[in-house]
């Protein structure tokens, strides 16, 4: 009774969820029965008539994915997407949360004002950045190599990541701080002891968007890196799978799903580290 | 004193690069562009033992390339987005002339004088593409008792008789992403061609006339007697706006057809087929050549084409440049393609289809040709106002607002 | 905490990476907005005052307060709606992905999917699109969805922006509920509270600084939203943003001097967001 009571006080709240689950899922569906259609049936007739209609089961087709996933290169470029985009992301996440720690619990003049300046910082457009960056990579001799791309990408992103983790940071209760200096620890055992655990949900979300815009990135890695098969990511091959008129756009379907299972894997692991439980289990002591 | 040492770095990269023996190219191509284009590659270093990198960047090349020249970092030679933008880069002093290297007494004059910057020429066309065809089914036309149009009354005719049948005659596309629009700017070139002739059509290219001019605007008012009437274009002015231009013509192959006229280029021929895998393209498939208007001008063709330039001038990229322009780099690249050869001694016979090689006797015939206007005039209007407009006019917004906003922005991008 | 200089030790990194990223390339790009298109003629505000005045521009500011209003209406508070009803629920990992699944993404599959929802064919032709499915269904005419302008094909692309753009809410926003003390919630429970003032009273006090995070970065991002734009309409139909402007400016048309200046009115646009945060910030440490 008591059990029947509470899924009926809950039935909106089941409701609201799984429509809107049901729209965000509707279009990515789409794409997905796309994918596994022939180009010439993508014309033809819409990809929600085909589910229901199990006389054109057996024209689903691999093709698609057959075309994308045995490409020349295609291992090359999944390997230069690691390369580009691991190291980016524990780049950016350590020097983002070290500045953020020093935002959010030190005082020195001017911390206001740089704080305005980096939140500012991520109003820029990166495209303006191209022609001097590029410059500068030249004169360093560093231009078409990962190392540069590292480094663009950990300086496009710190704005945001600084901004997140600052915010997150500087809300953790100022007693835990006092009680670890009591204890004697210095600025940097309270960092690394004490801040870092206390942000793990802040941090896995915030390594997660930061992996995610590096990997999907494309014009990034198109001028720093070049368009070369031996350097270029995934983006840059599937991009190249289109046609310069745009003739093999069915492709896509296909490269689109096959561009998004490393984000997916990445955002499950990374799931279990938003649980409840650790911040307010360290607020009770 | 930074510059200074930065251009020091800069140029030992450069002697660096230079020492490989090898070139870089940047291109535009992906997909069987690219397979085609790295045959040709992999057949020039068979020949001479030179290697050739080739980068392509996608449909993203002029801003890559844009930026990369801009920062002194350019390849070796690049794939013009289009000769309005090769002049660009020669303004900015990026480009080297390509006159003393390359023979250009084999190409027509029309393709080097479209290369040509105060006398010098910077660029090779290594092929075509002919954009002045009107695509149809031929057992659908002929069913309807109608047959291919060799004068523009023809072509009216035509298109009155299938609406009174309550056939739609036109299928229109002119989405195509963020170059929406563009389709259209082929039509009224087209017709600017026929109606005001190449002279006022090469003073329109170069902003000598105002887009408020009459014969612009009779241009625009002839393409939009087709397309903005409801009951000629497929899906009416929606549907032509709306529908992508690689997916438009498709419906002419339709059972029933959606409809029977469709004016495009050669290359939708590969559109055409991918919709329709079933087709025999010598049989099923058919084009005229867009009928002429002013019997005055007669036939002009209009067109565009693949352009080739350099950036440094090193005896590698000499001996590409050669390759490239030659009959047997033209014969791989058009043969795969089913692209038009530039150059005068292709052998026809490498055509891969019998509708191919017509395309390339019409071009070679041709008494008149204009380069895609769009192509050549300031990307701010030829590949920014101009589509805009297009969609504008389409769309119903009146004609002499639409001529007077692409104006606006001509004064801004020919400056004074 | 007051150490003598030791912060800068932490700083360093970053400042010396945003100023050689981002700090001396906007430097670059103030002094770049003062010249002519190819960057050698001074031409003082010129490049301000045509940003101001041309009739695509000011369609551009049209649609970015349109977006600034909508966009973030919409992922702020769908993020924030998701945040606290999951928590409820057994499922929220999974529709946590589906949520999230549209950030992971690449903005030119996501023109490809929405193609897949907003394609028009006419009425006697099979539709290809499900929104104009669904219109055709029910008796209508199918719509243009990205031509109708000025309403129609604006939200169209807005609602793309929030598709994509509210997985990234919900997660930061999740995030920070997830840390709201147990306790606190059961106490105000027991004390008779209903769930609508729990929300009021608690969660969103709580939860009062994430909020105005998640709302300044996508304040931020409207400012410069672009790419959604670029592949679906390219600002034609008057659905133009600032950001599109900038792009095109610099990457086709070559014009640096007014892409420049673009870019620098994007920065100035932040600044009273900025100001709001800096308050808050101050707030925040007052109490604490």
């Known amino acids: 009774m008591r059990r029947w009571r509470q899924l009926l006080k809950l039935l909106p709240v089941h409701l609201v969820v799984i429509a809107l689950a049901a729209i965000w899922l509707t279009p990515s569906l789409g794409l997905l029965v796309s994918s596994f259609r022939p180009r010439q049936d993508l014309l033809a007739s819409g990809w929600w008539t085909t589910l229901v209609n199990p006389s054109y089961w057996p024209r689903f087709t691999l093709d698609n994915y057959r075309d994308v996933l045995f490409r020349q ?3 090359r470029a999944f390997l230069n997407s690691f390369i580009i985009t691991v190291p980016t992301t524990l780049i950016t996440l350590s020097i983002a949360a070290l500045a953020a720690y020093a935002l959010a619990w030190m005082n020195f003049r001017g911390r206001q004002l740089l704080l305005m300046t980096v939140i500012g910082l991520i109003v820029i457009p990166l495209q303006m950045t191209l022609i001097p960056v590029l410059r500068m990579f030249n004169a360093l001799k560093i231009s078409g190599t990962f190392p540069g791309v590292w480094l663009a990408h950990t300086g496009y992103g710190l704005p945001l990541m600084i901004y997140l ?16 200096f009591i204890d004697g620890a210095s600025p940097f055992t309270a960092f690394l002891r004490l801040t870092l655990p206390l942000s793990v949900p802040v941090l896995a979300s915030a390594a997660i968007f930061q992996f995610l815009w590096v990997w999907n990135d494309l014009l990034v890695s198109l001028v720093y890196l070049g368009g070369f098969a031996r350097v270029a990511p995934l983006t840059v091959q599937l991009s190249n799978l289109v046609g310069s008129r745009g003739q093999d756009w069915h492709l896509l379907t296909a490269a689109a ?6 984000p997916m894997i990445v955002f499950f692991s990374l799931q279990r580290y938003f649980v409840r439980g650790i911040l307010a289990g360290a607020l009770k002591g | 004193m930074v510059k200074r040492l930065a251009v020091g770095l800069l140029l030992v990269g450069l002697v660096a690069g230079l020492a490989q023996g090898a070139v870089t190219i940047m291109v535009l191509w992906s997909g069987a562009e690219l397979e085609a284009f790295q045959k040709v590659t992999a057949a020039f270093q068979a020949k001479t033992g030179i290697a050739v990198r080739v980068e392509s960047v996608g449909r993203e090349l002029p801003g890559i390339l844009a930026t990369r020249v801009a920062a002194g970092n350019p390849p070796d030679l690049a794939a013009m987005p289009n000769p309005g933008q090769m002049a660009e880069f020669v303004a900015r002093g990026a480009l080297i002339p390509v006159g003393g290297i390359v023979d250009l007494t084999q190409f027509p004059k029309a393709f080097v004088d479209l290369a040509t910057v105060d006398g010098k020429v910077y660029g090779i066309f290594i092929s075509a593409d002919l954009k002045s065809l009107v695509w149809y089914n031929p057992d659908a036309l002929y069913a309807e008792g109608l047959a291919p149009a060799h004068t523009w009354n023809e072509l009216i005719y035509i298109t009155q008789k299938l609406a ?13 992403g963020a170059a929406s629009g563009w389709p259209g700017t082929d039509w009224i070139e087209d ?41 000629y274009v497929y899906g009416g002015t929606t549907g032509a706006l709306s ?25 939708i021929k590969s559109f055409i087929a991918g919709a329709h895998p079933e087709l025999d393209l010598d049989r099923d498939v058919a084009f005229f050549v867009f009928p002429p208007i002013d019997p005055k001008w007669g036939t002009p063709l209009l067109g565009a084409g693949d352009l080739i330039s350099a950036f440094r001038d090193t005896a590698e990229v000499r001996s590409f440049l050669q390759y490239l322009a030659s009959p047997e780099a033209q014969g791989i690249w058009c043969g795969a393609l089913g692209k038009l050869a530039t150059n005068v001694n292709v052998d026809p016979g490498i055509y891969p289809d019998k509708l191919t090689a017509e395309a390339a006797e019409i071009l070679k015939g041709a008494e008149i040709f204009r380069f895609d206007a769009s192509d050549l005039m300031p990307a701010a209007v030829g590949a920014g106002a101009f589509w805009k407009g297009v969609l504008d006019y389409v769309s119903g917004v009146p004609l002499d607002r ?8 001509a004064r801004a991008a020919y400056g004074p | 905490m007051n150490m003598g200089r030791v912060h800068w030790l932490y700083l360093a990194p970053a400042l010396l990476m945003l100023g050689l990223f981002l700090i001396y390339p906007t430097a670059e790009t103030v002094r770049l907005s003062f010249y002519g298109p190819r960057s050698d003629v001074f031409v003082g505000f010129q490049n301000y005052v045509q940003a101001f005045t041309s009739q695509p521009m000011l369609i551009a500011f049209r649609n970015n307060l349109l977006w600034l209003v909508v966009f973030t209406l919409f992922t702020v508070g769908m993020g924030l709606l998701l945040a606290v009803l999951l928590d409820r629920v057994r499922y929220e990992t999974v529709i946590k992905s589906v949520i999230f699944l549209p950030m992971a993404i690449s903005y030119v599959a996501a023109g490809v999917i929405w193609r897949f929802m907003y394609t028009f064919r006419p009425a006697v032709a099979p539709q290809i699109g499900l929104l104009n499915a669904i219109v055709v269904a029910v008796g209508g005419n199918p719509i243009g969805w990205l031509i109708e302008r000025p309403w129609v094909n604006n939200l169209a692309l807005i609602a793309v922006g929030v598709w994509v753009w509210t997985g990234f809410c919900m997660v930061i926003l999740s995030a920070a509920y997830k840390g709201i003390p147990r306790e606190m919630l059961e106490a105000a429970r027991i004390d008779g509270a209903n769930e609508w003032q729990l929300f009021l009273h608690v969660t969103i006090p709580f939860l009062k600084s994430t909020l105005a995070v998640v709302t300044t970065t996508m304040i931020v991002f409207v400012l410069k939203v672009f790419d959604i734009v670029y592949v679906m309409t390219n600002g034609a139909y008057d659905t133009d943003v600032i950001a599109n402007r900038m792009y095109n400016e610099m990457f086709y048309f070559h014009n640096y001097g007014l892409a420049s200046a673009i870019a620098v009115i994007l920065f100035l646009a932040i600044i009273p967001f900025l100001v709001i945060n800096v308050r808050r910030f101050r707030a925040q440490e007052a109490v604490r």
Do not use: C
């Not at chain 2, 231009?245 to 290359?267: C, E, I, M, N």
């Not at chain 2, 639409?402 to 922005?409: F, N, P, S, T």
């Open chain 1, 73 to 75: 290169g295609m291992g």
């Open chain 1, 165 to 180: 983790l600052r915010n997150f940071f500087g809300a953790l209760p100022r007693e835990l701080f006092e009680s670890a």
């Open chain 1, 257 to 262: 799903f096959v561009s998004m299972i490393v």
């Open chain 2, 164 to 176: 009174a049948r309550g056939k739609t005659p036109w299928a229109v596309g002119l989405e195509s």
């Open chain 2, 191 to 231: 017709i600017m061609l026929r109606t005001a002739g190449p002279e006022l059509y090469d003073q329109w290219v170069n902003h000598e006339i105002p887009w408020t001019h009459p014969a612009v605007k009779r241009a625009f008012e002839l393409f939009g007697a087709i397309v903005r009437n409801e009951a």
């Open chain 2, 243 to 267: 529908i992508n231009f690689g997916d438009s013509p498709a419906v002419l192959w339709d059972k029933p057809p959606g409809a029977y006229l469709h004016r495009q280029a050669t290359f």
């Open chain 2, 402 to 409: 639409v001529l007077a906003d692409i104006e606006a922005a």
